[in-house]
C-alpha cells in the first residue's frame, strides 16, 4: 500500500511498521466529506488511491478548490498545531485514505528526521501552492488563470497517449472555476475558444492537451 511510494523509501523500517500497524483503512465514495473546517479532527490522513479536494467555502455557499489531492499526498497534518481544520476535504474520486492519529505522527515526526521531513514538506507545498493562488487571483486575468491551472493539471495529472496528454481527472466546468475563481460560464467560453485553435480536446467530462507546448505558449501570451 503505501510503504511503496517513494516519499517512504528512506523512512525507518520500524515506523513503517507501526504506521501499518496502526493506521485505520477508510475507503470514501465520491462526494463524501472526509472532514468540515472549523471542525475538530486530530488525525492526519494520507490518500493511497483516488482523489481528493480541499476548499473553501464562503457563506454564500460558493466553494474554491484551493488543492487537488491525490495518491501520496497528506490531509489535515495542520493538526498537529492542536488548532481547528482550516479547509473542507471531499471526495472527487473513490479514494482509499489511511488515518493516523495526531500523536502517532507527531511521535513518528520525533523519532526520523526523515518522516519529520515528509511532514514539513507537505506544509512547505501546500503554502507555496497558496501563494502563487494568491498572486494568480490578485494579479492575472481570468484566461491566463484557466490556462495556467490546465498546465499544472497536465503536468500533475497527465497521461500521455500518442501525441496527446489526457489530464487523468474527471472534472466538471464548474469545478475548473472553482479552482481559478471564476464562473461556469467563463471557464466553458474559454476551453470551447482554445478547442477551436486545436490546443485541447475535450471528452467525456475530461480535457486532452493536444499539445503542452502550444498551451504554454497561448498561457505566456495571456499574461
Not at 513503517?16 to 475507503?27: C, N, Q, T, Y
Not at 464562503?58 to 489535515?76: A, P, Q, V
Not at 464548474?174 to 485541447?200: C, D, P, Y
Not at 471528452?203 to 486532452?208: D, E, G, L, R, V
Request: charged fraction near 30%; hydrophobic fraction near 35%; aromatic fraction near 8%.
Amino acid at each position: 500500500m503505501f510503504e511503496n511510494m517513494d516519499i517512504f523509501s528512506n523512512i525507518d523500517k520500524e515506523i513503517i511498521k507501526e504506521m501499518k500497524s496502526r493506521g485505520l483503512i477508510k475507503i470514501y465514495e465520491k462526494d463524501e466529506i472526509i472532514f468540515s473546517e472549523a471542525e475538530e479532527h486530530r488525525n492526519v490522513y494520507l490518500v493511497c488511491s483516488g482523489k481528493i479536494i480541499l476548499y473553501k467555502s464562503s457563506e454564500e455557499g460558493d466553494e474554491k478548490i484551493i488543492y487537488i489531492l491525490g495518491r501520496g499526498d497528506f490531509l489535515n497534518e495542520l493538526c498537529i498545531d492542536d488548532k481547528s481544520t482550516s479547509a473542507n476535504a471531499k471526495v472527487m474520486e473513490d479514494s482509499k485514505i489511511i488515518c493516523f492519529s495526531k500523536s502517532d505522527t507527531i511521535y513518528w515526526m520525533r523519532r526520523d528526521f526523515n518522516f519529520n521531513m515528509i511532514i514539513m514538506n507537505s506544509l512547505s507545498n501546500k503554502l507555496r501552492r497558496s501563494f502563487r493562488q494568491i498572486k494568480n487571483l490578485g494579479l492575472k486575468k481570468t484566461n491566463y488563470r484557466i490556462a495556467a491551472r490546465l498546465w499544472k493539471l497536465a503536468r500533475d495529472y497527465g497521461c500521455p497517449s500518442n501525441e496527446n496528454i489526457h489530464i487523468d481527472i474527471n472534472m466538471t466546468h464548474s469545478q475548473l472555476a472553482s479552482m481559478v475563481g471564476t464562473s461556469r460560464e467563463s471557464v466553458s467560453r474559454f476551453l470551447k475558444n482554445i478547442e477551436r485553435k486545436n490546443i485541447i480536446k475535450q471528452k467525456n467530462q475530461k480535457i486532452i492537451i493536444c499539445s503542452l507546448s502550444k498551451l504554454e505558449d497561448y498561457t505566456k501570451s495571456l499574461s
